[in-house]
């Protein structure tokens, strides 16, 4: 059955019409075609599907699109508008090598945009409780949690003076 | 992948959600956080006819301090029952249990009446309530039940809930300031569902625990211990007898053996008493 929903996506009111079984990241990546949100285990586990919902994550696999109308939404795609004008922790994974195959970033950085709004100055180990619902099959967790720390410190530090 | 077709109802009127439960056709599925549903949907696990949303239904996410207790929404979401100064006053073990669930992402939606009601026997909260006395109010269209803890949970994934009825909240009496308690479990990996898990409340000289995780429904033990003078070796021993002896319908799965299930029983009991009475710290095993 379709239906349609009000919402607000990335700051722009939307409204989807769309089949009224499909979860969140279904509807984000086949509606709205913003495909910086992955699907990895549609089963909670993984949180390559993370997003904010009403500015808290959440795991848009396990959330029905039709149950969210009314709400808002935040991507990935709302960190930056191109390659050149990365986010703090965008810049920050990439000059870690914060990443391998990538499939897990956008949950990642998430995640980490969620803890370094409420925390700015976390602990390693913080950092990896904030992280814990985001599975990363390279294994590559230090290197993450290295670049979720450089990147707490860029948010912190104003930037440096351009000449 | 797209669920089979269902009819969706998310409605902002209590009534209108007992409603719907009571004149669904076929196979109604309550739709709270969604963090056990959902998944089960994606795999087709669950194949529901209708989808009820309690996710706007207005008055259900409250947290009332009633002076002898406090009531907690049913949907309240296990991030704030971590979080709220109240619930962490008067029942720190419980905001120690919400804080063990699952992940940041999960516990910002998944709910705590959602969780009470799928009744996963490892489940963190099903010790804790069972320990703490707690009483679940029941709503259907006929009108309400209250339901002591103790008797709602009856085997895996199994309650007392009625097919017309819904858990809007749960009332949990507060303890006497004297009392002492701790929440402890054990999962492999973080965020991992415990295999056993156990709450313990000690006061005057006596221990009441629960057990999860080891049987179908959490177990209630109060052992013939009094710990007015301190915790000696036998009176651990005791308790830990207890806890075995009590888990004796304990199943096996893929995790661990029945038999092994209640060894953990006994160690956990032990280690929730001694928690409560701080000669252990509670951080995660």
């Given at each position: 059955m379709r239906t349609s929903i009000s919402v607000t996506v990335n700051g722009s009111a939307r409204t989807v019409e769309l089949d009224?079984?499909?979860?969140l990241v279904q509807m984000l990546r086949e509606t709205l075609g913003l495909t910086g949100t992955h699907v990895g285990c549609a089963t909670g586990s993984c949180g390559a599907c993370t997003v904010m919902l009403d500015g808290r994550t959440v795991k848009s696999c396990c959330v029905l699109a039709a149950d969210v109308a009314g709400q808002e939404i935040t991507t990935i795609e709302a960190l930056s508008s191109s390659a050149s004008d990365l986010h703090p922790i965008q810049r920050a994974f990439v000059a870690n090598q914060g990443l391998q195959c990538g499939y897990c970033t956008p949950g990642v950085v998430m995640s980490t945009l969620q803890l370094l709004q409420e925390n700015q100055d976390p602990t390693p180990a913080e950092v990896r409780h904030a992280i814990a619902g985001n599975l990363c099959r390279c294994t590559g967790y230090q290197l993450i949690v290295q670049s979720v720390m450089e990147a707490a410190r860029l948010m912190r530090e104003p930037a440096p003076a351009t000449r | 992948m797209l669920a089979k077709e269902f009819e969706f109802h998310a409605p902002e009127e209590l009534d209108a959600a007992l409603g719907v439960l009571g004149n669904g056709g076929g196979i109604v599925k309550v739709l709270a956080g969604g963090m056990s549903l959902v998944p089960a949907m994606n795999l087709g696990l669950v194949r529901p006819d209708t989808v009820l949303s309690l996710n706007h239904v207005r008055g259900l996410d409250q947290v009332e301090d009633r002076g002898d207790s406090i009531a907690i929404g049913a949907m309240v979401r296990h991030d704030r029952i971590a979080a709220d100064p109240e619930i962490g006053s008067a029942f720190p073990l419980l905001a120690t249990a919400a804080r063990a669930i699952g992940d940041v992402q999960i516990r910002h939606r998944g709910t705590f009446g959602g969780s009470l009601a799928h009744a996963d026997p490892a489940a963190d909260y099903l010790p804790v309530m069972t320990v703490l006395g707690a009483t679940l109010r029941l709503r259907s269209s006929d009108g309400e039940r209250i339901v002591p803890a103790r008797e709602f949970f009856v085997d895996i994934m199994l309650t007392d809930l009625g097919r017309d009825e819904l858990l809007v909240e749960v009332e949990v009496p507060k303890q006497p300031d004297s009392a002492r308690s701790a929440y402890v479990r054990l999962a492999r990996v973080e965020g991992s569902f415990a295999i056993v898990n156990a709450a313990a409340v000690v006061d005057e000289g006596k221990a009441a625990i629960a057990i999860g995780g080891a049987t179908g429904a959490p177990v209630l033990i109060e052992p013939d211990v009094d710990l007015s003078g301190g915790l000696s070796e036998e009176a651990l021993e005791e308790i830990g007898d207890s806890a075995y002896e009590a888990t004796d319908e304990a199943f096996g799965d893929l995790n661990s053996s029945a038999e092994y299930r209640r060894e953990l029983a006994r160690v956990f009991a032990r280690r929730a008493v001694q928690t409560a009475l701080g000669q252990r710290d509670g951080g995660p095993e």
């Amino acid at each position: 059955m379709r239906t349609s929903i009000s919402v607000t996506v990335n700051g722009s009111a939307r409204t989807v019409e769309l089949d009224q079984r499909a979860t969140l990241v279904q509807m984000l990546r086949e509606t709205l075609g913003l495909t910086g949100t992955h699907v990895g285990c549609a089963t909670g586990s993984c949180g390559a599907c993370t997003v904010m919902l009403d500015g808290r994550t959440v795991k848009s696999c396990c959330v029905l699109a039709a149950d969210v109308a009314g709400q808002e939404i935040t991507t990935i795609e709302a960190l930056s508008s191109s390659a050149s004008d990365l986010h703090p922790i965008q810049r920050a994974f990439v000059a870690n090598q914060g990443l391998q195959c990538g499939y897990c970033t956008p949950g990642v950085v998430m995640s980490t945009l969620q803890l370094l709004q409420e925390n700015q100055d976390p602990t390693p180990a913080e950092v990896r409780h904030a992280i814990a619902g985001n599975l990363c099959r390279c294994t590559g967790y230090q290197l993450i949690v290295q670049s979720v720390m450089e990147a707490a410190r860029l948010m912190r530090e104003p930037a440096p003076a351009t000449r | 992948m797209l669920a089979k077709e269902f009819e969706f109802h998310a409605p902002e009127e209590l009534d209108a959600a007992l409603g719907v439960l009571g004149n669904g056709g076929g196979i109604v599925k309550v739709l709270a956080g969604g963090m056990s549903l959902v998944p089960a949907m994606n795999l087709g696990l669950v194949r529901p006819d209708t989808v009820l949303s309690l996710n706007h239904v207005r008055g259900l996410d409250q947290v009332e301090d009633r002076g002898d207790s406090i009531a907690i929404g049913a949907m309240v979401r296990h991030d704030r029952i971590a979080a709220d100064p109240e619930i962490g006053s008067a029942f720190p073990l419980l905001a120690t249990a919400a804080r063990a669930i699952g992940d940041v992402q999960i516990r910002h939606r998944g709910t705590f009446g959602g969780s009470l009601a799928h009744a996963d026997p490892a489940a963190d909260y099903l010790p804790v309530m069972t320990v703490l006395g707690a009483t679940l109010r029941l709503r259907s269209s006929d009108g309400e039940r209250i339901v002591p803890a103790r008797e709602f949970f009856v085997d895996i994934m199994l309650t007392d809930l009625g097919r017309d009825e819904l858990l809007v909240e749960v009332e949990v009496p507060k303890q006497p300031d004297s009392a002492r308690s701790a929440y402890v479990r054990l999962a492999r990996v973080e965020g991992s569902f415990a295999i056993v898990n156990a709450a313990a409340v000690v006061d005057e000289g006596k221990a009441a625990i629960a057990i999860g995780g080891a049987t179908g429904a959490p177990v209630l033990i109060e052992p013939d211990v009094d710990l007015s003078g301190g915790l000696s070796e036998e009176a651990l021993e005791e308790i830990g007898d207890s806890a075995y002896e009590a888990t004796d319908e304990a199943f096996g799965d893929l995790n661990s053996s029945a038999e092994y299930r209640r060894e953990l029983a006994r160690v956990f009991a032990r280690r929730a008493v001694q928690t409560a009475l701080g000669q252990r710290d509670g951080g995660p095993e």
